[in-house]
C-alpha cells in the first residue's frame, strides 16, 4: 500500500493518451534538414509516422512541399490540404488504379511505383481506358528485404520501354535500406547508405545509357538518411520516423533518448510489490505490440518508463503487456522498483513511433493545455 | 512474370480489408453458449475483442444482456445502444472517477474492479463528494499474471471493510486467468480452469464467513471457459475471443483453423521469384505486430494465408511484414509457392484477433455485396 496523494482526478486528461514534445520535433527535423543541405537532394517526408496535418505542416518552411505517403488514405487527407507532389510508396495493384486515377483526375501529381510488367502492363491498359495518365516510379531492392528488381536488373529496361507510349510515364527510380534497422554500427549504417545510393544511381544510369530519361533518383530510411556520406545523383530523400525518433532508432545509434518526441502518457492503477511490478493502464493496445528492440542489444520491453516530464526512471521498463495493462519493472530484474503511486502519471518512450502512433486520433502537445492535433489511420 | 487474367479492378473493395463470417460467428457463439449451458452461470461476453454493436447483438438472443469493457469508451458506446449492465475490467484509477461517475448517473448499471485500498479509498472520497453510488468487484490474481490480490487475501476483507459505509457498495470478486493462453495441454486448460474458479470461490467464502454479502463471482477467458468442468460457487463467465478464435486459440487446442470467424483481405502486388516470396499489400498495420503463435508449437508469422473463400493455401504463412507489405512464404522453406498472380486477393487468418481488428474501423461480411459493420477503436 502506498501513502501518498492522489492526484485531483478533474485536473487530468484521462489515459492512455499520445503525447508529442513539438521542440524535440522541431529539433529533429532541422538536425534532418542540416543534414541533407550540402547534398543537394529533396527531402520527400515520408508521412506514414505523423498521418498528421499539423505535423506534416512542421516539416516544411511555409508551403506544402513533396511527401511519400504508404497508403492512398493518407494520399487523399494531404492532397485535401494541398500537398501537390505525392509520391505513393506500395507498389500500386490494379485495384487500386480507380482511387489512383481520381486523385489525378483531381489534379494531384501522384507518382505510383512497380517492379513488375504485369502491373505495368495492366496498368497501361487502365490509363488508356480511363484517359489518365500516371507517372511512375520502377522500385529497386537494393537489400533483398522486400520489393523490387535488382540494381540494373533488364526488367527495368523491359518495363520502360512498355511505358515508351500510352498514358503511363516513366519517370525514374526507387528504393529503400529496410535492412538498415538491422545495422549494429556507424559502419554498417554508411555503408547501408551508400548500398542505396548505388542501387539506384547505377539502375538510372543503365536505363540512361539506353535512351531513357530518368528525372527521379529518390532513396530513403531515416538511419541511411543521416548516415549517408555521399548523395551524389540522387535527386530526392525519403524518411519518416527522424521527425519522432523512437527507441529502435535509439539501439541503432541514430538518436539519443532525449530526442523522442512521442510517448504514451499513463497512470499507475496497482502493483504487485513482491513481484516488483507497477502496473499502468498502458497495454499492448496503447504502445502497440512492437517488440523492435527485442533483437538490439538492449531489450526495451514495450517501452523506457519516464516520469511525466518525460525524463527515464532509474532501470524502469514496460516489462509486459495485455491488452490494456501494461507491468513496469526494472529492466535488469534486480532491486525494487521506485514508489510510484496509485494514479501517477508516467510516459511511456516507444519502440516504434509508427505502430504506437497508429493506435491513436491524435497528438495531445506536451507543455501545453490539452493543445490537440488529429491523425488519421486506416486505408 | 505471372501469365495470369488480372481480375477487373472496378469489381473489388480496395485492400487491406477487415472480413467477418457471420456463420462461423453465430456457430462460434453457439457453442460457448452451449458449453456454459449446464453450468447455470450468466455468460458475460467481453466485448474488447469485437467493440461493434452488431456483432455483441448477436452474443445475445434478443435484448442486450450483461457485457464486460477494457475501456470507458466501450462503456459510453455500449450503453449508448442500450447495455445497461457493464463491467469496466480494469482497474479504476482516479482519473477515471468523473467518466465512470458519468455513466452510474446516466442510469448505467457499471461494475467498477480494484485491488488496493489506496483506489478504494480515493473512490470511496470521491463517491461521497459526488454522491453517486460506485459497485465494486474486488479482483482476485489466480496465476501471478498480472492485477489483483492473492485468493483469500486479508487485504479483501480489509476493502470490503472500507465499503460497509458510504457510497461504494462491495458486490462480489473477479479473476481472469491469463495464463491459460499458455497452456500446452486439454489438461493444463482444464487445471487453469478449476485455479481460476478456486481463486474466486474460495475468496468469496472467506468474505461470506466475514460476513460480507458477495453476489458476483466472476470468472474468464476464452480458454477456461471452454475446458472448465466445474463451475459450481461461480455466477458469471466472462469471455470474448470466442466470438471471432485466432491462431492463438488454433494453436492451444480451443478452436479448428476453419473456425476462425476473422481474416485480413489483400492483394498479390509483387513477387520475389527466386526467394519463394509471394509481397502483398497487408503488412503489420493490417494484421497488427501481434506474434502470439511465435511461443507455440507451431509459428504461424503474422499469419496463415486462405484463398478468398478461406481455405488455408498449402503451407503457405505471412512470414514477414513492414509496414504496409506483407512476405508470403512457405512456413517450411522448401518448394516453391502455388503462382499466386499480381492482383489476386487472399485472406489471412490473424494471430491475434482482438489486436487485428483493432487496425480497422469495421468488418465487412464475407459472402455479401459490402456490407459493414462498424467497430470502435481508442480510449
Not at 219 to 234: I, N
Not at 273 to 282: E, L, N, R, Y
Not at 305 to 332: K, M, Y
Amino acid at each position: 500500500m502506498q501513502n501518498s496523494t492522489l492526484p485531483d482526478s478533474t485536473d487530468i486528461i484521462e489515459t492512455p493518451y499520445l503525447m508529442l514534445d513539438v521542440q524535440r520535433l522541431d529539433n529533429n527535423i532541422k538536425r534532418m534538414r542540416a543534414k541533407l543541405a550540402p547534398f543537394n537532394v529533396t527531402l520527400r517526408p515520408h508521412v506514414k509516422t505523423n498521418k498528421s496535418l499539423e505535423v506534416t505542416a512542421r516539416l516544411f518552411a511555409g508551403e506544402p512541399g513533396p511527401i511519400t505517403v504508404s497508403t492512398l488514405r493518407e494520399a487523399d487527407y494531404f492532397f485535401a490540404a494541398g500537398y501537390m507532389d505525392i509520391l505513393y510508396g506500395v507498389a500500386i495493384s490494379p485495384n487500386k488504379f480507380d482511387h489512383a486515377a481520381r486523385l489525378i483526375g483531381a489534379g494531384c501529381r501522384l507518382l505510383c511505383i512497380l517492379d513488375n510488367p504485369d502491373t505495368a502492363l495492366a496498368l497501361a491498359a487502365y490509363a488508356e481506358r480511363a484517359a489518365i495518365n500516371f507517372a511512375v516510379l520502377l522500385e529497386i531492392d537494393c537489400d533483398g528485404h522486400r520489393s523490387g528488381l535488382p540494381p540494373r536488373s533488364p526488367v527495368l529496361l523491359d518495363i520502360a520501354r512498355l511505358m515508351q507510349h500510352g498514358n503511363v510515364h516513366f519517370r525514374g527510380v526507387m528504393t529503400h535500406a529496410g535492412n538498415a534497422y538491422f545495422c549494429r554500427s556507424a559502419d554498417a549504417l554508411e555503408q547501408c547508405a551508400r548500398e542505396e545510393r548505388d542501387a539506384v544511381v547505377n539502375s538510372a544510369d543503365m536505363l540512361r545509357q539506353a535512351g531513357f530519361a530518368v528525372d527521379i533518383i529518390s532513396v530513403g530510411s531515416t538511419p541511411t538518411a543521416l548516415f549517408a556520406r555521399d548523395l551524389t545523383g540522387v535527386t530526392e530523400v525519403r524518411a519518416g520516423v527522424f521527425a519522432f525518433f523512437d527507441l529502435v532508432m535509439a539501439g541503432l545509434g541514430v538518436c539519443r533518448l532525449e530526442d523522442i518526441a512521442l510517448s504514451v502518457v499513463t497512470t499507475v492503477i496497482g502493483h504487485q510489490a513482491d513481484k516488483g511490478w507497477t502496473i499502468v493502464d498502458a497495454g499492448w493496445m496503447a504502445l502497440s505490440r512492437d517488440r523492435g528492440t527485442a533483437a538490439q542489444a538492449i531489450d526495451q520491453g514495450y517501452g523506457v518508463v519516464c516520469d511525466i516530464h518525460g525524463r527515464p526512471i532509474a532501470d524502469l521498463i514496460l516489462q509486459g503487456a495485455n491488452q490494456e495493462h501494461g507491468i513496469i519493472a526494472s529492466r535488469s530484474g534486480t532491486g525494487a522498483p521506485p514508489s510510484l503511486p496509485i494514479g501517477a502519471l508516467l510516459r511511456i518512450l516507444p519502440n516504434h513511433a509508427c505502430a504506437t502512433a497508429a493506435q491513436y486520433n491524435g497528438y495531445y502537445l506536451a507543455g501545453t493545455q490539452r493543445a490537440y492535433w488529429p491523425r488519421i489511420n486506416g486505408w
